[in-house]
């Protein structure tokens, strides 16, 4: 079956970067494309890019550009998630998600765990 | 940027209720519109997807509508297990979310 597992909390000084990991097993790797979401504590559902595991095609909302990187390692189908220039406001759960076909945007079939990342000086 | 307004922000309802929640797109988002459901502690999970189409696996209960800029969610009898927040979002134009609607057994 398919499932995402993501890398463990993570606890960052302002200033810092944080790398997350999301580790894909269940189906083909390179046919579909991973997006990054994150939440806040008690908020809505944020979107942070994505990239495409068939051609490594990013995208980024202007909010997050400059300041997340997100890549892949298809031999060990695990897909990255770095955030740089951390502050408080970034503390969050942060998942990956899979894009239910083929394309890189549609609806998202399935969920990592959520790695919890807190920025506290 | 499409915002997307979802109302209520809450809702109180008893079971075997009709809970309706509706989503405003602020442009044009044809049928490009998914439903989550997601319980506390828990990743979001896929309920309807493309406005109407309802995810295999999931109870009929669910149901979507809309097109365009408006967007409704229905559960046509609602029962404890639904107990969850519900985001609608959107993939036409870039992604994003609405801000939930937090759902609660009266």
């Known amino acids: 079956q398919v499932q995402l597992v993501q890398s463990g909390a993570e606890v960052k000084k302002p200033g810092a970067s944080v790398k997350l990991s999301c580790k894909a097993s269940?189906?083909?790797?390179?046919?579909?494309?991973i997006h990054w979401v994150r939440q806040a504590p008690g908020q809505s559902l944020e979107w942070m890019g994505f990239?495409?595991?068939?051609?490594?095609?990013?995208r980024y909302p202007q909010k997050f550009r400059g300041r997340v990187t997100i890549s892949s390692d298809s031999s060990a189908s695990t897909v990255f998630m770095e955030l740089s220039s951390l502050r408080s406001e970034d503390t969050s759960l942060y998942y990956c998600?899979?894009?239910?076909?083929?394309?890189?945007?549609?609806?998202?079939?399935?969920w990592g765990q959520g790695s919890l990342v807190t920025v506290s000086s | 940027d499409v915002q997307m307004t979802q109302s209520p922000s809450s809702l109180s309802a008893s079971v075997g209720d009709r809970v309706t929640i509706t989503c405003q797109a602020s442009?044009?988002?044809?049928?490009?519109l998914n439903w989550y459901q997601q319980k506390p502690g828990e990743a979001p999970e896929l309920l309807i997807y493309?406005?109407?189409n309802l995810k295999t696996g999931v109870p009929s209960r669910f149901s979507g509508s809309g097109s365009g800029t408006h967007f409704i969610f229905t559960i046509s009898s609602l029962q404890p297990e639904d107990i969850a927040t519900y985001y609608c979002?959107?993939?036409?134009?870039?992604?994003?979310f609405g801000q939930g609607t937090r759902l609660e057994i009266k």
């Open positions: 979002q959107q993939y036409d134009n870039l992604i994003t």
């Open positions: 493309d406005a109407s």
């Open positions: 990239i495409n595991a068939a051609n490594d095609d990013t």
């Open positions: 998600t899979r894009v239910v076909y083929g394309n890189s945007w549609g609806p998202f079939d399935h």
């Open positions: 269940g189906y083909t790797f390179s046919s579909y494309t």
């Open positions: 442009q044009d988002i044809s049928k490009y």
